[in-house]
Every structure is written in structure tokens, then in C-alpha cells.
T-cell receptor
Framework: GESVGLHLPTLSVQEGDNSIINCAYS??????FIWYKQESGKGPQFIID?????DKRQGQRVTVLLNKTVKHLSLQIAATQPGDSAVYFC????????????FGSGTQLTVLP | NAGVTQTPKFRVLKTGQSMTLLCAQD?????MYWYRQDPGMGLRLIHY???????AKGEVPDGYNVSRLKKQNFLLGLESAAPSQTSVYFC??????????FGSGTRLTVV
């Protein structure tokens, strides 16, 4: 079936720098996208979401960009902090089938001191 | 307000044994989901429920059964555990269209 994938499995950034995590999706029917943060031994934690009628959405230190033309999603984290070190997943869903989430394989973000 | 609670948190099974994982939510959510997460991978949907008394198959349902006899509980059963079912299992619930809440997971090892 269709799935969401990530371009890079690992990403290392210096503390204070901006981070960009990318995600490609293949289901053109997807209309809702979520970024999750997962720390070791914990469940996914909601970061930010975006609906397909939007191109950009901003939260506190995070921004999600959606490019439906090329089916690409990105998460930008400003002024990356040590506490941002985690695995980040994108997930997509479409109406119907109880809005199941399809997850990408994740990107391990490591913040260097 | 506990949110989504999963029990047990850890379990080791021998091949062929059976067990039930319990997911309980106190938010009166209609939708509940069971996912599994293998090392280095994203979550994959096993089964889900759109309301009390309903269940449906997800992406990887083989070897699992589920039941939703009460709205607040969603049980995941393994009738005859196999090493391939070694994984971390996450339960999630949802009420609003866009609001998922995840449990903290159950780490299962089948030897």
C-alpha cells in the first residue's frame, strides 16, 4: 500500500542552529499530516499538524511546510535545543477508513553541544 | 485525567504462548487503534475500532485479534506468539477528527 517515507534516517545539528526534517508521501488522497516526536521508551508526542488546504503552519519554534505538487512535507525547528534530540516521524491520513495514520520510518535528530 | 493507559508495560513470552494487551482511555473517545513499532521503523496499524462493539483490520493484522466490548477498552490478543511479534505496541484513541492521543507503549519480547 501507499506509505510515507523520510529522506534521511539521521540528522545532526549544532545547538542553536535550525533543523529541517523532510518527508515524502505518496498517497495523493491524504489531506492531513502530522509531525510526531518520539523520545526513547515513550510514545509519539504531537508536535504540529497541517491540513491539505494549507501550505505552511507555524507553532512555537516549529514550522511545517506542505508542498502538495511534489508530495513533500518538512518540519523546521528553530534554535534547536538538546531537548529536541529524538526521533521525528511524519504521518499522513485521509478521510475514510477511520482516518488511519500512515507513518514514515523516522529521522533521528541529534543536537550537538 | 490519565489519557491512554496501556498494560502491561513489559512482557516476555515464550513462542506459542498467548497474552492480551489492554488499552484503556478515559476521554470517551470513539476511535481506538493498535499499532506496532519495530526497531528503526515507524508505527504500523494492526487493528482499529470506530466504536464500541466494532473492530477492523489494519495494515498488519495477521496473528492478532482484538475486541472492544466496552467503549473505554480496546484489547489486543496474541493467540500463539511468534518471535516475529517481538515489538513495541502502541495504543491510540481519537475523538475529534484531528486529535490522536497515544499510550506509552508495551514492549513485548517473544523468545
Amino acid at each position: 500500500g501507499e506509505s510515507v517515507g523520510l529522506h534521511l534516517p539521521t540528522l545532526s545539528v549544532q545547538e542553536g542552529d535550525n533543523s529541517i526534517i523532510n518527508c515524502a508521501y505518496s498517497n495523493s488522497a491524504s489531506d492531513y499530516f502530522i509531525w510526531y516526536k518520539q523520545e526513547s521508551g515513550k510514545g509519539p508526542q504531537f508536535i504540529i499538524d497541517i491540513r491539505s488546504n494549507m501550505d505552511k503552519r507555524q507553532g512555537q519554534r516549529v514550522t511545517v511546510l506542505l508542498n502538495k505538487t511534489v508530495k513533500h512535507l518538512s518540519l523546521q525547528i528553530a534554535a534547536t535545543q538538546p531537548g529536541d534530540s529524538a526521533v521525528y516521524f511524519c504521518a499522513e491520513s485521509s478521510s475514510g477508513s477511520a482516518r488511519q495514520l500512515t507513518f514514515g520510518s523516522g529521522t533521528q535528530l541529534t543536537v550537538l553541544p | 485525567n490519565a489519557g491512554v493507559t496501556q498494560t502491561p508495560k513489559f512482557r516476555v513470552l515464550k513462542t506459542g504462548q498467548s497474552m492480551t494487551l489492554l488499552c484503556a482511555q478515559d476521554m470517551n473517545h470513539e476511535y481506538m487503534y493498535w499499532y506496532r513499532q519495530d526497531p528503526g521503523m515507524g508505527l504500523r496499524l494492526i487493528h482499529y475500532s470506530v466504536g464500541e462493539g466494532t473492530t477492523a483490520k489494519g495494515e498488519v493484522p495477521d496473528g492478532y485479534n482484538v475486541s472492544r466490548l466496552k467503549k473505554q477498552n480496546f484489547l489486543l490478543g496474541l493467540e500463539s506468539a511468534a518471535p516475529s511479534q517481538t515489538s513495541v505496541y502502541f495504543c491510540a484513541s481519537r475523538q475529534k477528527v484531528y486529535g490522536y492521543t497515544f499510550g506509552s507503549g508495551t514492549r513485548l519480547t517473544v523468545v
